[in-house]
């Protein structure tokens, strides 16, 4: 009969490890996704206001007017600023989550390798045994048929 994994019960915690660890990575990379998205959207929105500022520039524009756009623009800046911060920030947090999926794939792979050389281990001693026993079926057969 073969002999169980001694360490089974850790490599079952490194694969629930690893799983974890992927689902955080799958959820870092969406969240980093979206705020890129939410930054290429807040640089579309910008373009287009700057394009109808110097329109209306063009055309004339009162000193109010003049300044509601300006006013409007540097809050736009500062949300590009603000999201430009919260993308470094996500790669960062995206890069950790990176390296925790590799340690613990890494982690896992050694335990797997252990695993693989237990089965190893266990099936050449299985075979031994089964051509053990083979050997003396056919020792006691050839008694036999000598004794006859």
Known sequence: ???????????????????????????????????????????QYRDEYTTRFRLAAQNGLGQPQWRNYQEFLDRLDAALKQQRDTVNLQETHTAAGQAEWQEQRTRLKAFDALAERHSASEARLALRQEQKTQDEFAARMGDNEQGD
């Open 1 to 43: 009969m073969a002999r169980p994994f001694s360490l089974q019960t850790v490599l079952e915690l490194m694969r629930n490890r690893n799983d974890e660890a992927t689902q955080r990575l799958a959820s870092l990379i969406g969240v980093e996704r979206d705020e890129k998205k939410k930054l290429a959207l807040l640089l």
